[in-house]
């Protein structure tokens, strides 16, 4: 039993040793080595948090209609001018991905009991053209490269986060150096992605939102914050790449002095 519990204290001890070295390496550092430290893992988590909410999220651009008509407007012989469904006027939420009817979900199964023909309250862009034979839209096609580009930079962001974790707990600089165009890779492949969903505004409006008054929503706006603090987080991690490298010389300078007077003191006490 006692030898048992001496193995356990041993393994946890063994799995927790780079972490206890690693603290005590932080110890010895100056303040502002440690404040980057903390900022290379704040920045990137604040980006892939933002992005990753953006990429999913409806409120890209918004429908409205007029206040008069109470909100929601019923067609009775399918005519009407809102390509998300041809019964219902009704306000929009859309985003990179689907769009969606504004009704609550109470409010929608009442109004499709009344209507047997209503279509379903959500609708995916890449179904809105099932034959893929023909050529697709010009604003479908740049939302495809922009999703694409979305979600590439996501990608981007957690493989440059687990390669920084390393980087930071053993100080290679290397792996930080390399970390700091991930990121910058990143944020140009979010932007790029912004610039594209943006170039397409006008004709997706026109087929989207027909029949409703299109207005933005706060995703770009955000998404352009997580484009910034990526972009900020490879300008820090090359900074700290830069301090560690002197930390490296200047240890290694007084190593060499250190040694220098050791050998010095030897010869001294030799003779």
């Known amino acids: 039993?006692?030898?048992?519990?001496?193995?356990?204290?041993?393994?946890?001890?063994?799995?927790?040793?780079?972490?206890?070295?690693?603290?005590?390496?932080?110890?010895?550092?100056?303040?502002?080595?440690?404040?980057?430290?903390?900022?290379?893992?704040?920045?990137?988590s604040l980006s892939l948090l933002i992005?990753?909410?953006?990429?999913?999220?409806?409120?890209?651009?918004?429908?409205?209609?007029?206040?008069?008509?109470?909100?929601?407007?019923?067609?009775?012989?399918?005519?009407?001018?809102?390509?998300?469904?041809?019964?219902i006027l009704a306000p929009v939420n859309s985003g990179l991905l689907k769009s969606c009817l504004d009704l609550p979900d109470e409010r929608y199964e009442r109004v499709r009991m009344e209507i047997p023909g209503m279509?379903?309250?959500?609708?995916?862009?890449?179904?809105?053209?099932?034959?893929?034979?023909e050529m697709q839209p010009r604003w479908l096609r740049l939302l495809v490269k922009s999703i694409s580009c979305s979600i590439t930079s996501l990608i981007i962001i957690c493989g440059a986060i687990v390669l920084g974790l390393f980087g930071v707990v053993y100080e290679q600089?290397?792996?930080?150096?390399?970390?700091?165009?991930?990121?910058?890779?990143?944020?140009?492949?979010?932007?790029?992605?912004?610039?594209l969903y943006w170039f397409g505004t006008r004709e997706r409006q026109e087929v989207l939102l027909r029949g409703v008054q299109p207005s933005p929503?706060?995703?770009?706006?955000?998404?352009?914050?997580?484009?910034?603090?990526?972009?900020?987080?490879?300008?820090?991690l090359a900074y700290l790449t830069r301090l560690l490298n002197m930390e490296k010389q200047i240890e290694s300078t007084r190593l060499s002095v250190r040694m220098k007077v050791h050998a010095k003191r030897w010869r001294t006490n030799r003779f």
Request: aromatic fraction near 12%.
């Open 1 to 44: 039993m006692c030898i048992t519990q001496k193995l356990l204290c041993f393994r946890i001890y063994a799995d927790f040793a780079w972490l206890k070295d690693f603290l005590r390496r932080l110890g010895m550092r100056n303040p502002w080595l440690v404040l980057h430290y903390v900022a290379s893992g704040l920045l990137p």
């Open 51 to 87: 992005l990753s909410l953006t990429t999913f999220s409806l409120s890209w651009e918004k429908g409205v209609i007029n206040s008069t008509h109470g909100g929601v407007v019923i067609f009775k012989d399918g005519e009407s001018p809102l390509f998300l469904n041809p019964y």
């Open 119 to 133: 279509q379903e309250k959500c609708v995916y862009h890449t179904d809105i053209y099932p034959n893929h034979t």
């Open 173 to 195: 600089s290397a792996c930080l150096l390399v970390d700091s165009v991930l990121y910058l890779l990143a944020s140009g492949s979010a932007s790029t992605g912004l610039l």
């Open 217 to 236: 929503g706060w995703c770009p706006t955000l998404s352009w914050v997580g484009v910034v603090a990526s972009t900020l987080s490879s300008i820090q």
